[in-house]
T-cell receptor, first 115, second 113 residues
Framework: GAGVSQTPSNKVTEKGKYVELRCDPISGHTALYWYRQSLGQGPEFLIYFQGTGAADDSGLPNDRFFAVRPEGSVSTLKIQRTERGDSAVYLC?????????????FGPGTRLTVL | KNQVEQSPQSLIILEGKNCTLQCNYTVSPFSNLRWYKQDTGRGPVSLTIMTFSENTKSNGRYTATLDADTKQSSLHITASQLSDSASYICVVSARGSQGNLIFGKGTKLSVKP
C-alpha cells in the first residue's frame, strides 16, 4: 500500500477485556515496530520485528502484551485483561531494514480507551 | 540512562516568524538523530536525519543542526506557516540498537495568524 495503515483507528473497551490492534506495513518493508504514546509524551518502544520474528520485545510492559507477525507482513498487537493504564495511542512503523539506519514510516495510530 | 530532553515544552509564534526548538540527549554510543513532525491525531513524519559527521541538514524551511560533542541539536523553522502547527519530536538512535529509537516528549508549536 501507499503507507502504513492501522485498524481500528479508535477502540473503546472495558477493563478486563481482550483487544487486538492491527498494522499493515508498507509493502516490502522487513522491519516493523510498535510504539505506545501517552498524552503529551513521545512514543515509547514496545517491540520490533525483523521478518516474522520478534527481534526485540524489551519494551513490552508485562505479559499481558503480545504481538505477532506470522507471515512477515501484517502484525497484530494483542492486549489481554486490559487496564485503564493501557489507554494510549498505539503506533506502528515500518522500515526497509533496521530503523537505526533507515527511515521509519509511521501509521496514524490506534487510539485505545479502556473504561 | 539514555534520554532525550526537548525545550521548550510548548511555543506560540505568529505566522511568518522564525523559531528554534532545542534537543539535548545523553544517548551513547550515538548513531543518528532525527526530527519528526507530528500533526494532531497522526503518526510522526520524518523531517531530517543526521549522523555523527553531519552538523546541519535542511528540508525546505526546516534546518536541523547537530553538535555531537555537546550532544545538542536544534530545529530552526523559517517563515512559519499555519500548517507548521504540530508537535516536533527529537529522536536519537544508539549504535547497535537495531532501531529501538529513543524519543523526546516533543515541543508543541502553535502558529497563530
Amino acid at each position: 500500500g501507499a503507507g502504513v495503515s492501522q485498524t481500528p483507528s479508535n477502540k473503546v473497551t472495558e477493563k478486563g477485556k481482550y483487544v487486538e490492534l492491527r498494522c499493515d506495513p508498507i509493502s516490502g518493508h522487513t522491519a516493523l515496530y510498535w510504539y505506545r504514546q501517552s498524552l503529551g509524551q513521545g512514543p515509547e518502544f514496545l517491540i520490533y520485528f525483523q521478518g516474522t520474528g520478534a527481534a526485540d520485545d524489551s519494551g513490552l510492559p508485562n505479559d499481558r502484551f503480545f504481538a505477532v507477525r506470522p507471515e512477515g507482513s501484517v502484525s497484530t498487537l494483542k492486549i489481554q485483561r486490559t487496564e485503564r493504564g493501557d489507554s494510549a495511542v498505539y503506533l506502528c512503523a515500518s522500515s526497509r531494514g533496521l530503523a537505526e539506519y533507515n527511515e521509519q514510516f509511521f501509521g496514524p495510530g490506534t487510539r485505545l480507551t479502556v473504561l | 540512562k539514555n534520554q532525550v530532553e526537548q525545550s521548550p515544552q510548548s511555543l506560540i509564534i505568529l505566522e511568518g516568524k522564525n523559531c528554534t526548538l532545542q534537543c539535548n540527549y545523553t544517548v551513547s554510543p550515538f548513531s543518528n538523530l532525527r526530527w519528526y513532525k507530528q500533526d494532531t491525531g497522526r503518526g510522526p513524519v520524518s523531517l531530517t536525519i543526521m549522523t555523527f559527521s553531519e552538523n546541519t541538514k535542511s528540508n525546505g524551511r526546516y534546518t536541523a543542526t547537530l553538535d555531537a560533542d555537546t550532544k545538542q541539536s536544534s530545529l530552526h523553522i523559517t517563515a512559519s506557516q499555519l500548517s507548521d502547527s504540530a508537535s516536533y519530536i527529537c529522536v536519537v538512535s544508539a549504535r547497535g540498537s537495531q532501531g529501538n529509537l529513543i524519543f523526546g516528549k516533543g515541543t508543541k508549536l502553535s502558529v497563530k495568524p
